[in-house]
């Protein structure tokens, strides 16, 4: 091949070294290379910080402490949800029994208040269950409960409706002279069962006439001088309240007309009846 003289052969090494610094040049013009970056890239510490010190952001910062359940999951500014730290959930179990407790201890409270007025009412006088039951009603304590104080006192000995009875038929039979009728009246009123009512009646003495007609004689004492006719209406009624049968009254009155001295009202003053 033939050159011209005037023609100059550019070197392969030199074409190649031409090249290269254009391809640097139009990258150095379209992205600029920020000096501090690359010093940092080069010895390899953060932006922003000393040359050649080593990057320790969080280190340097004071530890932040959250209250319980409001640690946050995301960072701030994120938008992402923060959950309820549940590490100590409440024990359920733990409330209930509390609340039993507490709840048990008020009932023992109104229990023993409850006892309380049932002994007091119990030193004025024997009751029966009837009327121990109706007194703990007007207290707070439970159905159950009214049970369990009225058996504890029945095993005590506070509470014996036999001796109540028998109270009964010393008071009113011995000492008022009510009649049997009266005096399972007053045994029913005051609430005992009626076997044990029975039972009593049973064990009182075939002398209903008899009782009937010592109280008239001393009632007709009291009458004064009315006439037969009202003393008999009064006497009647008075037996009757007693609880004597109407039968049983009218031989009663009967006797105590008779036994009235100084009347002179008939045939029925001309007699006197002594009874011991």
Not at 58 to 70: C, E, F, I, K
Not at 84 to 97: F, G, I, K, Q, R
Not at 153 to 160: Q, T
Not at 239 to 267: I, N
């Amino acid at each position: 091949m033939h050159f011209e003289p005037s023609d100059e052969v550019t070197p392969i090494s030199a074409a190649r070294a031409k090249s290269k610094a254009r391809v640097a040049a139009k990258a150095l013009s379209a992205e600029p290379v920020d000096a501090a970056a690359a010093s940092g890239a080069a010895t390899g510490s953060e932006p922003g910080s000393e040359p050649g010190s080593a990057a320790a952001p969080d280190r340097m910062l004071a530890p932040v402490t959250y209250l319980p359940g409001a640690s946050p999951t995301g960072s701030a500014g994120t938008g992402e949800a923060h959950q309820v730290d549940d590490s100590h959930p409440v024990d359920e179990y733990a409330l209930v029994a509390v609340a039993a407790e507490a709840a048990a201890a008020a009932e023992a409270v109104e229990r023993e208040h409850a006892e309380q007025v049932l002994l007091q009412r119990l030193r004025a006088r024997s009751l029966s269950a009837t009327e121990a039951r109706t007194i703990l009603a007007g207290t707070e304590i439970a159905e159950h409960e009214i049970d369990e104080v009225i058996d504890r006192f029945a095993e005590l000995g506070y509470i014996d409706e036999g001796r109540l009875a028998d109270q009964i038929l010393h008071s009113h039979h011995e000492r008022k002279g009510l009649g049997r009728s009266g005096v399972q009246t007053e045994m029913r009123r005051r609430g005992l069962d009626h076997d044990l009512i029975l039972e009593k009646l049973e064990e009182l003495p075939d002398d209903e006439e008899e009782r009937a007609i010592e109280l008239a004689c001393k009632r007709v004492q009291q009458l004064g001088r009315l006439d037969d006719q009202t003393i008999d209406r009064r006497l009647t009624g008075f037996l009757m309240r007693k609880g004597y049968a109407s039968s049983t009254v009218r031989l009663a009155v009967k006797a105590a007309l008779a036994s009235r001295s100084g009347s002179g009202s008939g045939s029925a003053g001309t007699s006197r009846v002594r009874f011991r």
